[in-house]
């Protein structure tokens, strides 16, 4: 057994690693941690780069993928790479669900039968509160998106990101997922963090490795100690979670993050539900 599937059998190392897909997005909302909007740099990490990856995670004993952005949609040979990526090792991409067009969502079909899921992102209950922060018509657009994804099989995770929700809030926001068809098991909130244009605003809690499970996280510009580490602030990427700068083949990075959470300091546990 590798070194790496020993340390994720033992829950040392998180089994999953992520892949930033790109970083250029259509919207650009408020407090995102990557600067991403329609203009920013793309930082595109290749079709091909992400499926050898994916088999050499598979090979050092890594057990689960995750694929992010910017929008990973705007990337043309998507839905048909997230459906090689998951023949590989179960999946988990995040969107912002506002470009599933019907033509895109027919081809997530072949989704349904794999171990994928599509992780869409919706902050609040009500239209106007939500799209303050994401932007006009997202509310509609992600609410009508959802059970499209749903009734074509397709597995669908919310992800809510909020300074602060109360319990009635709450409450109107599960209503709503559980209507359109996402159970409570598969709806995460979490804090925003204090990154990239979250900063800008005044939002979020500061978050440092701590805070965050190590899961690696592969970009352009090279491998990171957790999704949260590639972030971008003033058209700069940060580079305090930077790991080291190679990410092929997999195994340097992950030796790399291997010895890192090995040498963790006792009591560095995890305070904040960051996921
Ligand atoms: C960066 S986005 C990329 C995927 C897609 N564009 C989306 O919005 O879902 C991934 C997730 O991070 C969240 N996010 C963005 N900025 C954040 C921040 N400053 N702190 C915590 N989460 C953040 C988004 O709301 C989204 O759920
Ligand atoms: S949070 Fe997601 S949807 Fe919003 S600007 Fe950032 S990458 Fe785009």
Redesign the pocket.
Known sequence: MSSVAEAVRDGVLPGRVWFYANYH?N?A?T????E?DPRAERRELGEQRMLTLARQAAELGFTALGV?????FLLPYLPELLAKLAAILPLVC????TVLTERRLERLRPLAGLPAQI???L?RPEPQANDAM?GPENFRKVVDAIPRLVERGVRVRI???VDAIDDEERERLCRLHRRLGVPDADHVI?????????VDHD??VEAGPADLPAELTITTDGAFWS??GP?VHGGRLDTDLLITRTTMPLRVPAAALLRLVQGRPPGTDAQLN?Q
């Open positions: 997005c919207l909302c407090y995102c941690l990557t991403s992010t952005g910017g929008e990973p995040l969107s912002n669900g992780q869409v992102s902050d994401r992800a809510t990101t979490r804090p925003i963090v204090r990154r990239g244009r979250a939002l979020g999704p949260f972030t960051i």
